[in-house]
């Protein structure tokens, strides 16, 4: 059996529900007996580094999730500023980027996936026809909060429930439209330059999305949110964060807008990092 046939089988064979649900368990409780040594487990497991950690001190969590979710010390992801600059939304590996045709994007090499499922919306797209887009892949070691790469004005969220696949780049290569099959969280932005929709899209042993303004998104059926009045939300402001790894999918409505020289799928990008600008005026 072939690799990928393989990844894909065991993908549809493993008990994603159920493997969450005691995932979600063991990384809430506060049973020191569980709590310290997944902890101290997972930190050297992952090479995590803790001097970059608000709260360096393993023992000083109160959770394994709280532990996962931690915030990072004042200055640790510095955001660049440039006029029309938008920054990388968080911490992990870029792993497709590019121009919105046709109201489709490449989630891998020879598969692509269609932007109205993805944010569940029909027409949608229209609203990012010649936009551009960019995919950040959250392994398990990386900062875990996902932040504003714009400033704008945060206008609605909206709930898809869906499976649990793995979002790993070897998923990703051989389970078609799998980003629109996993639960999400779209939260969508008007901001100078156009809309901005960020997905954060749940995966395997994610057992559940938070966002800045509704909290933790327990499971379930469909839900949609208006903020009234907009919230005003500044670039490199915290927006959500997943509880274990998962992806990040930006869209950008502007055409005018261009990818830094330096970005290139498959690099790994910090939260703050300059992704690209807009063009003035």
């Known amino acids: 059996m072939s690799s990928a046939r393989w990844i894909w089988l065991s993908q549809h064979l493993l008990p994603k529900n159920l493997l969450s649900a005691v995932v979600y368990r063991a990384t809430r409780t506060r049973a020191r007996w569980l709590k310290r040594p997944l902890t101290r487990w997972f930190a ?159 995966a395997l042993n994610v057992s559940s999305i938070s966002t800045c303004t509704r909290g933790e998104i327990a499971s379930g059926p469909p839900q949609s949110w208006r903020e009234t009045p907009p919230r005003a939300v500044a670039q490199g402001e915290e927006i959500g964060r997943f509880n274990m790894g998962s992806t990040v999918v930006v869209l950008l409505g502007a055409r005018a807008f261009a990818f830094a020289a330096a970005v290139r799928n498959g690099t790994n990008v910090r939260m703050g990092e300059a992704l690209g600008a807009f063009a003035s005026g």
């Open 44 to 202: 050297a497991a992952y090479r995590v580094d803790l001097a970059e950690a608000e709260n360096p001190d393993l023992d000083g969590y109160a959770t394994f999730n709280e532990f996962f979710t931690r915030a990072l010390k004042a200055g640790a992801r510095p955001l660049a500023r440039a006029p029309g600059g938008l920054v990388a939304p968080a911490d992990g590996v870029l792993t497709e980027h590019g121009r919105i045709d046709g109201g489709t994007l490449v989630q891998a090499k020879g598969i692509s996936y269609a932007l109205d499922e993805l944010v569940g919306e029909d027409g949608a797209a229209g609203a990012f026809a010649g936009g551009s887009y960019f995919t950040i892949y959250l392994a398990p070691h990386n900062y875990h909060r996902v932040h504003a790469p714009l400033a704008g004005e945060l206008v609605r969220t909206r709930y898809l429930p869906g499976a649990r696949f793995s979002v790993s780049r070897a998923t990703a290569a051989v389970i078609p439209r799998l980003f629109c099959r996993n639960e999400r969280a779209a939260v969508w932005f008007e901001t100078a330059h156009g809309p901005m929709v960020v997905v954060l899209v749940g």
